[in-house]
Nanobody
């Protein structure tokens, strides 16, 4: 399966972006999905996960209440709505799939997508 994240860009502090993760080669309906990010000089970190059936969802504390993960089975796409963005949210964002959302929260990922850059200016 190939995943491609899109929707990144440059936004001011307090702004919003919606990232999309589209799949080709197979359906995502048999996978839990998640979003991660990696800032320069830092390790890749877990942000959000969603179960195979679309719920429940899990979030890292630093993005809880600001970011929302969702999925559209008809479009075979996973989204990350990001609101109230901060400069510390600047990173390359990746989507990923795994066997279950619990595993994804522990970075138990089966496959990664290509990232998309998000830059938040102060």
């Amino acid at each position: 399966v190939q995943l491609q994240a899109s929707g990144g860009g440059l936004v001011q502090t307090g702004g919003s972006l919606r990232l999309s993760c589209a799949a080709s080669g197979r359906t995502l309906s048999n996978s839990a999905m998640g979003w991660f990010r990696q800032a320069p000089g830092k390790e890749r970190e877990f942000l959000a996960a969603i179960s195979m059936i679309g719920g429940p969802t899990y979030y890292q504390d630093s993005v809880k209440g600001r970011f929302t993960i969702s999925r559209d089975f008809a479009k075979n796409t996973v989204y990350l709505q990001m609101n109230s963005l901060k400069p510390e949210d600047t990173a390359v964002y990746y989507c990923a799939g795994g066997p279950n959302s619990g595993a994804i929260t522990r970075s138990g990922v089966a496959y990664w997508g290509k990232g998309t850059q998000v830059t938040v200016s102060s």
